[in-house]
């Protein structure tokens, strides 16, 4: 699972991810360097397909490297809203929308603060 790279936002993994894909050095990743990340991904569970899934242990810290902080709960919800295929956990797809409904947001979010989770 992502776990092992989200599981600490302020992780080594977490930090040299962030130092490979941030390319403006902002501190967040615009949708083309996250676009760039998925595109690892992708490669990544091409070749590993069962660690290329997002479970509910792992999405709150992944929100939170994303600047949203949710409690388990709101973690929960997120998850169930975006595991299309109800398998438990977000694949590459789902975890990709996931994230580009974040990004978009964040980009529209009046005065830059981190939008609150998307649980409709």
Known sequence: ALGHV????SSPEAAALM?????DRSGALSLKE????AAELDRHRRREPS????ST???????AALG?????????????????DGSGSLELAEF????TDVMRYQATAP?????PPPTD
């Open 6 to 9: 989200f599981s600490d936002a």
């Open 19 to 23: 130092s490979k894909y941030d390319a």
């Open 34 to 37: 996250f676009s760039s990340l």
């Open 51 to 54: 660690e290329a899934c997002v």
């Open 57 to 63: 242990a792992d999405l709150q810290p992944a929100l």
């Open 68 to 84: 949203l902080e949710v409690d388990a709960e709101q973690a929960a919800a997120v998850l169930a809203k975006y595991d299309t």
């Open 96 to 99: 990709t929308k996931l994230l």
């Open 111 to 115: 005065g830059g603060d981190p939008p």
